[in-house]
Structures are given as structure tokens and as C-alpha cells.
């Protein structure tokens, strides 16, 4: 039979159990959990919460926004840089992988993460960046997905072109962000359009007149 280890100044001292060793080193950066007795209900032990248990969890997460891409699997730390180098000035914190290709992002506020938004569309290797700021479970696991709204970034748009009939012919339109409603600027329009998941998006998009011509 071993031994006891030696402890300190070389005495023997017992084997502790394992809980006890773990408790010797502990993880940086550990949360800090205390025991909470479950409850009996009909004879079985439950967890039960309550609404600041999941305040506490919406608080946590409140600057956040999903996003993940339709035939793209980039790996966790292709997407932290992505975002490192895009969203920096957008306020940018961190990034988590949650299942099946789907990232969380955080900012440092909800009005940080909105300009961030507002800037995109937002690509990889040609792929467009879905976000949202709330997901179902089926976007979670990507079961489903036909349609996803993509934002289209039109550039010198001319004068004429400026109007909601010219504007609803891009795609399957939603909606425009409030500068291209507002014709605060007029560099490009932003218009956000229902596409088809699985369908490969154009660069660009010809426009002609009633005679064909291309403008």
C-alpha cells in the first residue's frame, strides 16, 4: 500500500477527495457559484427560476446580435478577427460560436451595435453576414432558413432614381434605412431585401431603360 503524500516540512498528510483537489486549483476566471437547494415537486427534485434570474441573463446580453452565414462554415477565429477589424469603431467586445455555425456578438451598446448594422451589409469571401438581433431556434440550428434579409448597398444612384417605385424594384424589398428615406445622403441607398437563402447573390445588377439600354 502507497504512502501518504508528503505535505508541507515533509509530514504525511491524507489523500483528500477529489472535490478537494479541485477546490486546491481552481480555474481563472471561475464564476462564483454557491450551493442552491432544489425544490420536490411530486417527488422529484427540480430547479426552478424566477423572473430576475432571467433579467439578470437579459441584462448580460442585451448589446448583442446573432449572425452566421447560408454555405459558409468559417472557423471561430476567422469570424473574432472579422469582426476585430470591421466593428472596432462600432464598439466592438467580443465574439462567442454557439451551434451549427452561429455566432454571438457583443457591444458595448445597443446604439453601437445598431450603427453596425445600419453600416452593412456585411460579407465574407462574397457570403453575406446574417444578424439579427433575436433568433429562433430554427436560425439557431439553421433548420428551415428559406429567406433571410440581405441589406443592398446601391452606389451613385442617380437623382431621378431617388423614389420608393425605383427603390421597390431591387430585389423583394422591406424596408430603407432612415438616411435613403430621408435623402440625408445621397453617396448610395441601403435598401433591406428578402432573398432567397441558397441562392448565390449578384454583384451588381443591370438597369435598363424601356428600350433596353443599359443606364
Known amino acids: 500500500m502507497a504512502a501518504p503524500p508528503l505535505g508541507e516540512g515533509g509530514e ?112 465574407l469571401a462574397r457570403r453575406p453576414l446574417i444578424l439579427e438581433k433575436k433568433v429562433s431556434e430554427s436560425v439557431l440550428e439553421k433548420k428551415g432558413v428559406k429567406f433571410v434579409p440581405v441589406w443592398v448597398r446601391i452606389p451613385n444612384l442617380s437623382l431621378q432614381f431617388w423614389n420608393p417605385e425605383m427603390l421597390s424594384k431591387i430585389g423583394s424589398p422591406l424596408f430603407a434605412d432612415s438616411t435613403t428615406s430621408s435623402l440625408e445622403r445621397l453617396a448610395y441607398a441601403r435598401v433591406c431585401v428578402e432573398v432567397t437563402a441558397e441562392k448565390e447573390l449578384p454583384k451588381s445588377v443591370p438597369l435598363l431603360d424601356e428600350a ?4
Open 12 to 123: 504525511r498528510r491524507e489523500k483528500g477527495s477529489w472535490v478537494e483537489v479541485v477546490k486546491r486549483n481552481p480555474p481563472k476566471n471561475r464564476l462564483n457559484l454557491t450551493y442552491i437547494p432544489p425544490n420536490a415537486v411530486d417527488g422529484r427534485e427540480v430547479v426552478r427560476y424566477c423572473s430576475n434570474d432571467v433579467m439578470i441573463g437579459v441584462n448580460r446580453w442585451k448589446s448583442k446580435v446573432f449572425g452566421f452565414f447560408l454555405r459558409l462554415n468559417p472557423s471561430f477565429g476567422v469570424i473574432e478577427n472579422f469582426a476585430k477589424n470591421h466593428w472596432k469603431q462600432f464598439g466592438f467586445e467580443s465574439a462567442f460560436k454557439l451551434n451549427n455555425g452561429v455566432f454571438l456578438f457583443q457591444f458595448e451598446s445597443d446604439k453601437k451595435r445598431d450603427e453596425m448594422m445600419e453600416e452593412g451589409p456585411w460579407s
Open 212 to 215: 433596353d439600354r443599359e443606364f
